[in-house]
């Protein structure tokens, strides 16, 4: 069975400015892709291409096989598609709304439509002026699932939607999957990606520098290491192979140690270590690992770069 997203060498560039390059993806069906990367690293510009909403500059993509510059009314029709930013009719009730994009569809399950949408816990008769940005944001999902898409290509799907909300929409994310429905997911919250995805892709300055599954991502070998020190270490104290610090505040160390881990713990030795905590780390350490350190070699981030928050805001 072929790709349901295939990308050869997919290429946009805006004059002078950087767009995409190189950019090679497979998705299979059934499969939650998630697409990782900050503000202008290619996400979007990489989402506008498969949806033919701008022309690739060189390269080739197809969406069910079919070539995204040749049919993509074909590909519309079987795809569900949220965008990072949108809007709508203002005078129009979310009601009326999903009625008219339902109609453009040639007509959609109202009882599922219903069901999305108490799910959702959306209210359909207010106007949409009148939402606020997570309700907004609801309207667009109800629109993106209610005709029951083989395909989901979500931009940041949960931006401004309560936990509680996120939970239901992820509940609905599974029962697509289970459906059989593929989805491609860009996400600026790494452990939601960790927890809904099959595979991860992570995209820098235009191209993919990683695409792998959580677990290879990670890799079995890999652990987090926190330690809590009576006396901050010497300057290189855990420059050893296979070791990297994370962060470091003097006496509190965050390491990622890959392999053996023999040599960190002969260096343990002699230091006056308070507290230690062992983890496989989450996808964000790993995200830092591209961003924040060399693409080429990097192991992660330096001391200079602080901060072990379990999840990272990042605009588009």
């Not at 949806?51 to 079919?66: E, N, Q, S």
């Not at 569809?105 to 816990?121: K, N, S, T």
């Not at 713990?265 to 961003?291: K, M, Q, W």
């Given at each position: 069975?072929?790709?349901i997203?295939?990308?050869?060498?997919l290429?946009?560039?805006?004059?002078?400015?950087?767009?995409?390059?190189?950019?090679?993806?497979?998705?299979?069906?059934?499969?939650?892709?998630?697409?990782?990367?900050?503000?202008?690293?290619?996400k979007?510009?990489?989402?506008?291409?498969?949806?033919?909403?701008?022309?690739?500059?060189?390269?080739?993509?197809?969406?069910?096989?079919?070539?995204?510059?040749?049919?993509?009314?074909?590909?519309?029709?079987?795809?569900?598609?949220?965008?990072?930013?949108?809007?709508?009719?203002?005078?129009?009730?979310?009601?009326?709304?999903?009625?008219?994009?339902?109609?453009?569809?040639?007509?959609?399950?109202?009882?599922?439509?219903?069901?999305?949408?108490?799910?959702?816990?959306?209210?359909?008769?207010?106007?949409?002026?009148?939402?606020?940005?997570?309700?907004?944001?609801?309207?667009?999902?109800?629109?993106?699932?209610?005709?029951?898409?083989?395909l989901?290509?979500?931009?940041?799907?949960?931006?401004?939607?309560?936990p509680?909300?996120?939970?239901?929409?992820?509940?609905?994310?599974?029962?697509?999957?289970?459906?059989?429905?593929t989805?491609?997911?860009?996400?600026?919250?790494?452990?939601?990606?960790?927890?809904?995805?099959?595979?991860?892709?992570?995209?820098?300055?235009?191209?993919?520098?990683?695409?792998?599954?959580?677990?290879?991502?990670?890799?079995?070998?890999?652990?987090?290491?926190?330690?809590?020190?009576?006396?901050?270490?010497?300057?290189?104290a855990?420059?050893?192979?296979?070791?990297?610090?994370?962060?470091?505040?003097?006496?509190?160390?965050?390491?990622?140690?890959?392999?053996?881990?023999?040599?960190?713990?002969?260096?343990?030795?002699?230091?006056?270590?308070?507290?230690?905590?062992?983890?496989?780390?989450?996808?964000?350490?790993?995200?830092?690992?591209?961003?924040?350190?060399?693409?080429?070699?990097?192991?992660?981030?330096?001391?200079?770069?602080?901060?072990?928050?379990?999840?990272?805001?990042?605009?588009?």
């Amino acid at each position: 069975m072929p790709a349901i997203i295939a990308t050869e060498k997919l290429t946009k560039s805006y004059g002078s400015h950087r767009g995409i390059v190189d950019v090679d993806l497979e998705i299979a069906q059934g499969e939650v892709f998630g697409f990782l990367g900050p503000n202008g690293a290619g996400k979007t510009t990489t989402i506008r291409v498969l949806l033919d909403h701008i022309r690739p500059t060189a390269g080739r993509a197809t969406v069910f096989g079919i070539e995204t510059t040749r049919d993509p009314v074909a590909i519309h029709r079987r795809t569900g598609y949220l965008p990072g930013e949108f809007t709508l009719y203002d005078r129009l009730t979310g009601g009326q709304t999903l009625e008219y994009f339902g109609n453009l569809r040639g007509g959609v399950d109202r009882a599922y439509q219903a069901a999305l949408v108490e799910r959702l816990d959306l209210d359909p008769s207010r106007r949409f002026k009148e939402y606020s940005k997570g309700n907004k944001q609801k309207v667009g999902l109800v629109i993106a699932l209610q005709h029951r898409p083989e395909l989901l290509i979500l931009d940041e799907p949960t931006a401004g939607l309560d936990p509680l909300v996120q939970q239901t929409f992820f509940e609905i994310l599974r029962e697509c999957v289970q459906a059989g429905s593929t989805v491609f997911l860009s996400s600026h919250i790494l452990s939601e990606v960790e927890k809904s995805c099959d595979r991860v892709a992570i995209i820098r300055e235009g191209r993919l520098v990683k695409t792998a599954t959580v677990a290879a991502l990670v890799g079995d070998h890999t652990r987090a290491i926190n330690l809590v020190l009576a006396r901050p270490a010497e300057n290189g104290a855990f420059d050893l192979p296979g070791v990297t610090v994370l962060s470091s505040t003097g006496q509190d160390v965050h390491l990622m140690v890959r392999g053996d881990v023999n040599s960190l713990l002969h260096r343990l030795a002699g230091l006056e270590v308070r507290d230690i905590a062992i983890s496989t780390p989450d996808v964000e350490d790993l995200f830092f690992r591209y961003y924040d350190g060399s693409v080429a070699g990097s192991e992660g981030r330096t001391a200079a770069a602080a901060g072990t928050e379990t999840s990272v805001e990042m605009p588009r």
